[in-house]
């Protein structure tokens, strides 16, 4: 006999009574545990092995581990072990443990199997979290070397790891690990600042920088159309002062302030600002 058939038969034996059949009691218990009366019932009589999820359900209710309702023999649970509702998967090889566990035993026989693979591939189980972290210790990113991992420290509602690093120019700096991970391309944190300063010095000592002010100067110049207008109109230069009542037109090239007068009228404010950028297209 079973292990499920033995729990299903006491089950029954303990809510039965004159008036209640093994069929009802089986059927109650179906819709209770949201499984067909055709499954219980063969599990009742021996005549069948349950599913994974099924045993599942049947563990929850009756308190007993997924592995013995299933009655898995042989290699199955090999390594493998419970601990409350979570299935510990642990291998040693050569003196090494491996360790991780599953609230799911199908996916702890997997991982088993996984790293069972790796091991006899490579001689090496995968690393943990924390050795992970450890390995990173004395890597070199850039210009900058790791010389230790802080615990979750709480930054911007998140916890993150801090790197404590050594800049070649001596600077000790902490930086988030996940910066420090990215690759170059993607904004990778290479130094403790002093990189971007040589980077900056080396092109404006080239001429890049001042090459870049002068055509920004220069665009500048340039420009004919004016810039966009208070919202108040949406009309480019001219605002309406609330205070005054008033249309007011104010004109801004390369640094110097053009216009300033009032007018009542839109119209008369249009017609200054036309005059207007005429007059500072001459001077130009």
């Given at each position: 006999?079973?292990?499920?058939?033995?729990?299903?038969?006491?089950?029954?034996?303990?809510?039965?009574d004159?008036?209640?059949?093994?069929?009802?009691?089986?059927?109650?218990?179906s819709?209770?545990?949201?499984?067909?009366?055709?499954?219980?019932?063969?599990?009742?009589?021996?005549?069948?092995?349950?599913?994974?999820?099924?045993?599942?359900?049947?563990?929850?209710?009756?308190?007993?581990?997924?592995?013995?309702?299933?009655?898995?023999?042989?290699?199955?649970?090999?390594?493998?072990?419970?601990?409350?509702?979570?299935y510990?998967?642990?291998?040693?090889?050569?003196?090494?443990?491996?360790?991780?566990?599953?609230?799911?035993?199908?996916?702890?026989?997997?991982?088993?199997?996984?790293?069972?693979?790796?091991?006899?591939?490579?001689?090496?189980?995968?690393?943990?979290?924390?050795?992970?972290?450890?390995?990173?210790?004395?890597?070199?990113?850039?210009?900058?070397?790791?010389?230790?991992?802080?615990?979750?420290?709480?930054?911007?509602?998140?916890n993150?790891?801090?790197?404590i690093?050594?800049?070649?120019?001596?600077?000790v700096?902490?930086?988030?690990?996940?910066?420090?991970?990215?690759?170059?391309?993607?904004?990778?944190?290479?130094?403790?600042?002093?990189?971007?300063?040589?980077?900056?010095?080396?092109?404006?000592?080239?001429?890049?920088?001042?090459?870049?002010?002068?055509?920004?100067?220069?665009?500048?110049?340039?420009?004919?159309?004016?810039?966009?207008?208070?919202?108040?109109?949406?009309?480019?230069?001219?605002?309406?002062?609330?205070?005054?009542?008033?249309?007011?037109?104010?004109?801004?090239?390369?640094?110097?302030?053009?216009?300033?007068?009032?007018?009542?009228?839109?119209?008369?404010?249009?017609k200054?600002?036309?005059?207007?950028?005429?007059?500072?297209?001459?001077e130009?």
């Open positions: 006999m079973t292990l499920i058939s033995e729990l299903l038969k006491q089950y029954v034996n303990q809510e039965s004159s008036n209640q059949s093994v069929k009802t009691l089986l059927t109650d218990l819709k209770q545990l949201d499984v067909p009366y055709s499954t219980l019932d063969k599990l009742f009589y021996n005549s069948q092995v349950p599913s994974l999820k099924t045993a599942e359900k049947l563990s929850m209710y009756f308190k007993q581990p997924v592995y013995l309702l299933m009655e898995i023999k042989g290699d199955s649970m090999k390594y493998i072990s419970q601990s409350g509702d979570r510990v998967v642990q291998v040693i090889r050569k003196g090494k443990k491996h360790t991780k566990s599953f609230f799911n035993l199908k996916e702890a026989q997997q991982y088993r199997q996984i790293i069972l693979s790796d091991f006899d591939n490579t001689g090496y189980f995968p690393k943990s979290y924390q050795e992970k972290l450890t390995s990173l210790i004395s890597k070199k990113f850039g210009r900058l070397t790791v010389l230790s991992i802080t615990e979750p420290q709480k930054l911007d509602k998140s993150r790891r801090l790197a690093c050594q800049c070649d120019c001596g600077t700096k902490y930086i988030c690990l996940s910066e420090l991970q990215k690759s170059p391309d993607k904004g990778a944190t290479l130094s403790c600042g002093c990189l971007q300063k040589e980077v900056t010095k080396n092109n404006f000592s080239k001429g890049h920088l001042k090459e870049s002010v002068e055509k920004r100067i220069n665009s500048q110049h340039m420009r004919i159309e004016p810039n966009i207008s208070n919202r108040s109109t949406r009309i480019r230069n001219i605002s309406y002062d609330q205070s005054k009542k008033m249309y007011r037109v104010t004109i801004v090239r390369n640094g110097s302030r053009y216009g300033g007068k009032h007018f009542k009228k839109l119209g008369e404010a249009q200054y600002k036309k005059q207007l950028l005429e007059d500072i297209k001459k130009r």
